[in-house]
């Protein structure tokens, strides 16, 4: 089985920076895609940002120039650095990983990690 442990997160001033971690762990020949995706209650799970095996990134509208997504791909990790955070970016993160086994291409979601932004 494969999974996605993610750290990181907590709660913040608005303004502040934080950083969350996700590491992939398991029987997996490679990992192609990674992402983040945040969900509040009452709204629809919402892109942050994702990132190709070839480093291609994609973020979400309201993210752009504030979150910034990384992969370090010899240790199957993603990091994503959010900064001049704003309370609407409070919502619970979700690491998303697109990986290959001996039976095809799956998805696997991380745990979760809360961010709160709150003075």
């Known amino acids: 089985q494969v999974q996605l442990v993610e750290s990181g997160g907590g709660l913040v001033q608005p303004g502040g920076s934080l950083g969350l971690s996700c590491v992939v762990s398991?029987?997996?020949?490679?990992?192609?895609?990674m992402g983040w995706y945040r969900k509040t209650p009452g709204k629809e799970r919402e892109l942050v940002a994702t990132?190709?095996?070839?480093?291609?990134?994609n973020y979400g509208d309201s993210v752009k120039g504030r979150f910034t997504i990384s992969r370090l791909a010899a240790k199957n990790a993603v990091s994503l650095q959010m900064n001049s955070l704003k309370p609407e970016d409070t919502a619970v993160y979700y690491c998303?990983?697109?990986?290959?086994?001996?039976?095809?291409?799956?998805?696997?979601w991380g745990q979760g990690a809360q961010v709160t932004v709150s003075s």
């Open positions: 998303k990983g697109d990986y290959y086994s001996n039976t095809g291409l799956h998805t696997a």
């Open positions: 398991g029987s997996f020949f490679s990992i192609n895609a």
């Open positions: 990132i190709t095996g070839g480093g291609t990134t």
